[in-house]
């Protein structure tokens, strides 16, 4: 009996550490490929591909007997023409992914098993609305369908006693006068999302039970542009600015500069809440279009680059200065030519008086 228990011991210990130890994330639509590793696979593998607590066969590759097999029908159908093999590697493709392809996935190599764990995001932006399907066409009379956020029971639906009921009370009430319920398909719309409303959702039926990781992203700020003029160069045939495109606390995006719809450079932050900025040198007389471009997987921000705004010309002896600058520079040039007028003009009559007074002195002496 001990030794009953400690081996049973030792299989929960390795699958905690060793056995899934891999986790991958995508969002919902996105393509996804498992990999198994295997650089080529030998004449005589055989690899098999299981999903979910009930660790059913979707997949397999047996090349001693040189067979592919998808069984993407499994399942109520959820894997239905989303499954492809590499045969030479193994590794496991699924195309345009749903939050029920979130779970377990194992991987038997010659009976040797690897786990994986694959996470499908369904993502809002932050104030927007968001509706979590549950692929009901239409739900029967005796259906019942209840909704979780984590353990919490927050939506239901009773066809037997025709009842619909929302409890947007629970959990400080973050979700109250947001929940929407159909009462045709029990799918679930959550209104003017925060990011309270980020976590995991669980869909449980008579027929099945569906885990959903609902991800809120923070709505983008748009990019600022702005010049260095002390970094303005020149050349003999051409002039260049320097621009530099920034952004403050942002996290999983990617801030890029584009030469109309080519890419010319990006920097990415993911889970840091940082700032950023991605430089740029333009010839003064470039008549392309240019944009800088902050996006994350749902939405994104774009900024364009008004050259005749933020660049101007400049030489080895003069600075580079606006219009606004130009006509400051000009009326000081034109008070101080006039105040310098003045002046000489005071000096001279100020002198031919001292001139005057000393001839009507030495006059009177005399």
Known sequence: ?????????????????????????????????????????????????RFGDGNTLIAEINKQADR?????????GRF????KLDNQTGSLTITNTRPEHTGEYVLLINYMENFIYLS??????????????????????????QWRFGYTLIAEINKRVDRITVHDDVLDGRFRDRLKLDNQTGSLTITNTTMKHAGGYQLQTYYKRVDF??????????????SNSSQCSSSSSSSYCSLVCSVVNVSHVTLSWYRGNSLLSSISVSDLSISLSLPLEVEYQD?????????????HQTQHLDITQL??????SVHCCGPTEAVIRLVLSALVGVATVILVVYDIRSRRAERDQAQIH????A
């Open 287 to 299: 008549k392309n279009t240019y944009s800088c471009v902050l996006n994350n997987p749902i939405s």
């Open 311 to 316: 660049c101007h010309t400049c030489s080895d």
């Open 80 to 83: 239905r023409d989303r499954l």
């Open 68 to 76: 592919i097999t998808v069984y993407d029908d499994v399942l109520d």
């Open 213 to 226: 990781y609902l991800a809120v992203i923070a709505r983008l700020p748009v990019p600022v542009i702005s």
């Open 362 to 365: 030495t006059s009177g002496s």
């Open 1 to 49: 009996m001990k030794k009953m228990f400690l081996k049973l011991v030792l299989l929960c210990l390795w699958r905690l550490v060793g056995g899934i130890g891999k986790i991958k994330r995508v969002m919902e639509g996105d393509s996804v490929t498992l990999n198994s590793d295997l650089t080529e696979m030998k004449d005589d593998d055989l690899i098999q591909w």
């Open 120 to 145: 499908v995001y369904v993502s809002v932006t932050e104030g927007d609305s968001v509706t979590i399907n549950s692929d009901l066409n239409e739900m029967k009379d005796d259906d019942r369908i």
